[in-house]
């Protein structure tokens, strides 16, 4: 407050705008951000491991290491598979939800939303929890109902598939939102050419719905192809059980000690180039702005009567809905009060012994709770005040050259957790900089990662707001960041409180960054989470589950409902 | 060659590593009113431990009972997970831990030739303790033992159709039904690997790889799964966790094969950069008591050195059990190929 209203000062005196100074600033924090651990990931791939030198050995490991480029065959398969299954799951849904009669729909789309606060490496778990051949409590429900033997099962998460769909039921929102959304805003006007002209209901879907909302399909499929290539928890969890590696736990491996951080740094490139091909993909599809309508203004999207099909369109969203969000909840529930997870419930099972030892036996829980929200609120908070003052800068174009930094704050998107993971360690991990054991390197792994979410926010809420009012208090005498302060930032509140909330959720869940970062004392949530999980601590991962989940939700809830930041708005909008 | 490989990391930079020759091993000492008033001073020791989470926290509760002024950190994570740690918080000058306990021995080797660890010998295992079984230079002791075991539920599995031989696993009836942990992940099978490939050849994980074995990370962790009835049968696992199981009342028998069991020894040591060094010096001492080793065996399922142990009834004393050790010195070397040779044969 001090520093705008010096500003403001200088502002009218001198006529000096702060905007040159910001940008100069932001472009070298930015930059340092994104360009160093980009620049020691390529240093240290041309690096020998055995003898430092410049040797080319790693890039040739990474073509004739069986086990590499096997890791990088079935991620990328993974990869594929889930957007696949994520896309076909999740249209169907956004079209029952957005355009017909369907009961219950906004609820649902809030359970939707649900599944996205739900960290996917928690899904893995609950997944084990619920499908893992022998003691999963969907096979044991099986055996017991077809009276079979104690080899036969149903389902077994530890496999392929079993990774594919525990991945895809924690990256289909992506595609469900995009597809929804653009649902929402296909004029109804073109369908009603197509049924004037006697198109009955679903050629008009086929020919003329489907086709416009085909770019968010494909945009979403390919987050959720992104998603699933460059996560680490997930696998780590059930892909290691089967046998087999995925690229980022692979490149974790590597870490073993001594570590061998050159092939890692080469191991952890192409991950960078395809996500690089993958995201302009996804521009390019999305920028034929001519082939989508999001205009908006030709009224009412047209709504279709399910009739008799109601019924089976219930039967199918309660599906994935259960899938997603209803099994997997139960079975943290269930397994936090019980004794393992095999035993029955009723009353003999019943226990608190896994409250009581997470929340007074385990030395960790308090530190790492601490430092869990205590990074989510720095993050939150300092992505959002960045993603506003870029998102001013560039949409308002008020220093040429701003376009510049609208790249670096959405580069990070490119760079999956894991790799950053990796440049960071090699930037902040020597004794010049001395960051790793601190929680600085996470807040800037975290900023890093979040940055690019928190910018898209920003800048459509900005391109949202017409320019003139800040011309007002321009013209009034107020300086640049004094307007943004006073009158841009208080219309921008429910998106700059969405923003926020994104990141905070967004920073909770992160595992594949923070494994590589986190020291004794800088524990989070996240990662005692994935250690308690490789000793097989169930009952005390699901305690932590869900007291990660429940201070989420409580935040998000309590974010959006604080008068102050605009929560009555957010009400009346929906 | 560890040596070589570490000082090609860019941690080396940071590494004032000076391998120290001790002459001999200090003096023993003994937990004096001083040291306890220097160490409550301090109020904090930061314990890495390969211990289960469940056996490590009531130790440390039991040492707090002791000393309510200081706090036991329990940093709990598999021994090369640890080792892993370690390694990459002293290359950076990051010195956090005060006592460290791994079920790796080659790691002592190592710190020790890295000068890592401060000497230092309390009383109790300069009186109790075998020769073999702490560093002749001081420099860290046994403070637990115990033996990877296979195991297998009564429930699921007749006694008849249990496995009697390591070569019986071969067998397909067990295909399917058997859950192992990783030597990249765990001293204890690091260790098992070792001994089991030196009696067997290479040539029985390459069959026992196309069993189709649950792989799981620490070896605390196959006997949860077997209490789970997630499989019926673990090849490797601690002995100690299976005792805790069979304690609380899951039906679960272990297997001593003719052929003998490998045993996994877990040394201690006090960091020389411990940042609360008297607070390490008197909990290293505690871990070495009789009081605290008792505990170790009755909640735990350790094995003790300490003479004075009484081990619980029921449990087959080491003695009658054909025990198969290992040698750090010819372990360390084999490590990579070890590693490599898993990756191989068992995916991962």
């Not at chain 1, 990774?163 to 895809?168: D, G, K, Q, S, T």
């Not at chain 1, 809420?461 to 005498?477: D, K, N, T, W, Y």
């Amino acid at each position: 407050m001090i520093m705008t209203s010096n500003v403001q000062v200088q502002g009218r005196r001198r006529g000096i705008d702060l905007s040159w100074p910001t940008f100069a600033l932001l472009t070298l924090v930015l930059s340092v951000l994104v360009l160093l651990p980009l620049f020691w990931l390529a240093f240290y791939s041309f690096r020998s491991d055995t003898g430092g030198g410049v040797t080319f050995d790693n890039f040739i490991a990474l073509v004739a290491d069986p086990t590499l480029v096997r890791a990088y065959g079935l991620a990328i398969g993974m990869a594929l598979a889930v957007g696949l299954l994520s896309c076909l799951v999740a249209t169907p849904m956004a079209w029952l939800v957005a355009r017909t009669d369907l009961p219950g729909r906004r609820m649902i789309r809030m359970l939707v939303t649900a599944s996205f606060v739900t960290p996917p490496f928690l899904g893995a778990i609950a997944y084990e929890i619920l499908a893992a051949p022998n003691s999963g409590i969907v096979n044991i429900i099986y055996r017991y109902l077809f009276r079979l033997d104690s080899s036969a099962y149903l389902v077994n998460i530890y496999t392929f598939t079993g990774l594919i769909f525990a991945i895809a039921c924690f990256t289909f929102p992506y595609v469900f939102t995009l597809v929804a959304n653009a649902l929402d805003k296909v004029p109804s006007d073109l369908e009603d050419a197509s049924s004037i002209l006697g198109g009955k209901a679903m050629t008009t879907l086929r020919k003329v719905t489907i086709p416009l909302v085909l770019p968010a399909m494909l945009a979403g499929t390919l987050i959720a192809i992104l998603q699933a290539l460059t996560m680490f928890g997930s696998p780590a969890i059930l892909a290691l059980p089967a046998g087999f590696h995925v690229i980022t736990t692979k490149i974790w491996s590597l870490f073993q000690f001594p570590p061998r951080l050159g092939l890692a740094a080469a191991a952890a490139l192409p991950l960078l180039i395809i996500t690089v091909i993958l995201l302009r993909a996804q521009k390019s599809i999305l920028g034929r702005k001519g082939y989508t309508v999001l205009g908006g203004k030709s009224g009412t999207p047209r709504i279709t009567e399910l009739g008799p099909w109601k019924w089976v369109a219930i039967a199918f969203v309660f599906c994935v809905l259960s899938l997603t969000i209803l099994l997997p909840y139960l079975a943290i529930l269930k397994t936090a009060f019980t004794g393992t997870v095999g035993d029955p419930i009723n009353l003999s099972t019943l226990t608190l012994r896994h409250w009581k030892f997470v929340l007074f036996e385990f030395s960790a829980t308090q530190l790492a709770l601490r430092n869990t929200f205590l990074l989510g609120f720095l993050t939150a908070t300092a992505v959002t005040a960045i993603a506003l003052i870029v998102s001013y800068l560039v949409t308002r174009r008020s220093v040429p050259g701003s376009g510049f930094l609208g790249l670096l704050a959405t580069a990070p998107v490119a760079i999956p957790g894991i790799v950053l993971g990796v440049g960071l360690f090699l930037s902040y991990a020597n004794p010049t900089f001395q960051l790793y054991g601190t929680i600085w390197i996470l807040l800037i792994a975290f900023m890093t990662i979040e940055l690019p979410a928190g910018y898209q926010q920003m800048s459509s809420a900005f391109s949202g707001v017409h320019p003139e009012l800040e011309e007002a208090g321009r013209i009034m005498g107020a300086s640049r960041l004094r307007t943004l302060w006073d009158i841009t930032a208080p219309l921008l509140r429910t998106s700059v409180v969405a923003a926020w909330c994104f990141v905070f959720v967004g920073t909770i869940r992160e595992l594949s960054a923070t494994i590589l970062l986190t020291t004794a004392n800088t524990k989070l949530v996240s990662v005692i989470i994935y250690d308690l999980n490789e000793s097989g601590d169930l009952g005390a991962i699901c305690v932590l589950g869900m007291i990660l989940l429940a201070a989420s939700f409580a935040v998000v809830f309590v974010a959006n409902r604080v008068p102050v930041l605009g929560g009555s708005q957010m009400n009346a909008r929906g | 060659m560890w040596k070589k490989a570490l000082s090609a990391a860019l941690f080396a930079t940071g590494l004032a590593a000076s391998p120290a020759a001790w002459a001999e091993a200090p003096e023993p000492y003994q937990i004096t009113p001083e040291l306890e008033a220097a160490a409550k001073a301090e109020g904090k020791v930061v314990f890495y431990t390969a211990t289960d989470v469940a056996v490590a926290e009531k130790l440390a509760e039991h040492f707090k009972t002791k000393y309510p002024e200081i706090s036991v950190q329990v940093e709990r994570a598999g021994s090369e997970r640890v080792f892993q740690r370690i390694g990459q918080e002293y290359s950076t000058g990051i010195y956090n831990a005060d006592v460290i306990e791994t079920s790796d021995a080659v790691h002592f080797e190592y710190f020790k030739r890295e000068g890592w660890l401060e000497p230092m010998v309390p009383q109790e295992v300069a009186d109790k303790w075998p020769a073999d079984e702490r560093d002749p230079d001081g420099n860290f002791a046994a403070y637990r033992a115990h033996l990877s075991v296979m195991a297998y539920r009564t429930d699921l599995m007749q006694e008849a159709d249990a496995p009697k031989t390591w070569e019986d696993l071969l067998d397909p009836r067990f295909k399917d039904k058997m859950v192992k942990a990783h030597p990249g992940y765990s001293g204890t099978v690091m260790t098992s690997t070792f001994v089991l490939s030196q009696l067997l050849g290479w040539e029985y994980f390459e069959k026992l790889g196309k069993q189709n074995i649950m792989q799981v990370q620490s070896s605390t962790e196959p006997p949860k799964k077997l209490a789970q009835g997630e499989r019926a049968l673990e090849i490797d696992g601690n002995e100690y966790n299976v005792f805790r199981l069979i304690d609380e009342g899951k039906p679960i028998k272990i297997i001593y094969p003719e052929q003998g069991t490998p045993l996994a020894v877990g040394n201690a040591a006090v960091l020389k950069q411990a940042p609360n060094p008297n607070a390490a010096k008197l909990f290293y001492a505690f871990l070495f008591s009789a009081d605290a080793q008792q505990l170790n065996s009755d909640f735990g399922g350790l094995r003790s050195f300490h003479p004075d142990v009484k081990e619980k009834a029921g449990r087959t004393p080491l003695a009658q059990i054909k025990i198969l050790h290992s040698d750090p010195a010819k372990l360390e070397p084999e490590i990579p190929t070890i590693k490599s040779n898993y990756e191989k044969y068992f995916g991962t």
